[in-house]
């Protein structure tokens, strides 16, 4: 036997912020036999299973761009030498190519990005003065940088900057310098220093090519807005004497690291 509603008893106001799950719980609770109750509870779970499942929707949405692990970011549009291109003296050749970890960072390496320098190289091409628009579109905490120069010069030189672009329009800079983040990816002399003073940088990859020693260095830097869109990142020479070579960059969460407090937009390098 059925049971009839009484739809005769007044409606809620077509205003009312109400789902049309939990509508039906409220039509439901008016009816007064005990006989409902089944119903009432059947009801209830529906209403209470759908909202959960809206929630959680809603936050998943709001994550989409915090990044939760390593993320390799694809350079292959900004690269001037590629994975497959061929170098004057062979050393490019050595170097390992697709996806390679160092020191724990995933890296994607597909080529490099090589920026001005006023010591030319030998094959006399002049690199482009900076590289802009790689997009990001994600919230991070860190990125690692794999990354060498081009010739050697002064320990505390500054020889590029990397720019994060927030969504919002604002920007933070940090400065390479050689000696405290990077030095020359040849190392022509074992004399040669090999370390860097940064604590968040460290070389983390070494090779050779007839007789000459290779090697690149990783370099964390923190984000100070980790809870904001990074839009996209920029890296301009300081147009000193080497040529900075960027191989790879990966996204990164650094967790307790992050309260470690990166440079600003006006941050120098030692003389």
């Keep these: 036997m059925g049971y009839l509603i009484n739809d ?3 409606t809620m106001p077509t205003t009312t912020p109400f789902s049309d799950s939990e509508r039906a719980v409220i039509r439901f609770l008016r009816l007064r036999s005990p006989r409902r109750w089944p119903f009432l ?3 209830f779970l529906a209403a209470l299973t759908a909202g959960c499942a809206t929630s959680g929707t ?3 949405r709001a994550d989409t761009t915090a990044v939760t692990e390593p993320v390799p970011i694809d350079l292959t549009a900004f690269y001037d030498l590629r994975a497959h291109d061929s170098s004057q003296f062979g050393a490019w050749e050595v170097v390992p190519k697709g996806r390679q970890h160092f020191d724990g960072t995933p890296f994607e390496i597909g080529g490099m990005i090589r920026l001005y320098g006023t010591r030319p190289p030998p094959h006399g091409t002049r690199y482009r003065d900076e590289v802009t628009g790689i997009p ?4 991070f ?4 940088l794999l990354h060498g120069t081009g010739w050697t010069t002064n320990d505390g030189t500054l020889v590029a900057r990397v720019i994060f672009h927030y969504a ?6 940090f400065p390479i310098v050689y000696g405290e983040h990077v030095r020359d990816w040849w190392r022509r002399s074992s004399s040669e220093a090999n370390l860097v ?7 983390v990859w070494e090779g050779s090519n007839r007789g000459t020693g290779l090697r690149f260095y990783r370099t964390t830097l923190l984000n100070p807005h980790a809870a904001r869109i990074v839009d996209r990142i920029d890296v301009v ?3 000193s004497l080497v040529t900075p070579a960027i191989v790879a960059m990966t996204l990164d969460r650094t967790g307790p690291a992050t309260n470690l407090e990166a440079p600003g937009e006006n941050a120098a390098a030692r003389p």
């Design 141 to 144: 905490e860190a990125l690692h």
């Design 197 to 203: 003073n940064d604590p968040r940088s460290s070389l």
């Design 41 to 43: 509870v059947i009801a």
């Design 136 to 139: 990001i579109g994600r919230k």
């Design 8 to 10: 005769s008893r007044p």
């Design 237 to 239: 020479s300081a147009q």
């Design 58 to 60: 809603r936050e998943s």
């Design 168 to 173: 919002d329009g604002d920007r933070v800079s």
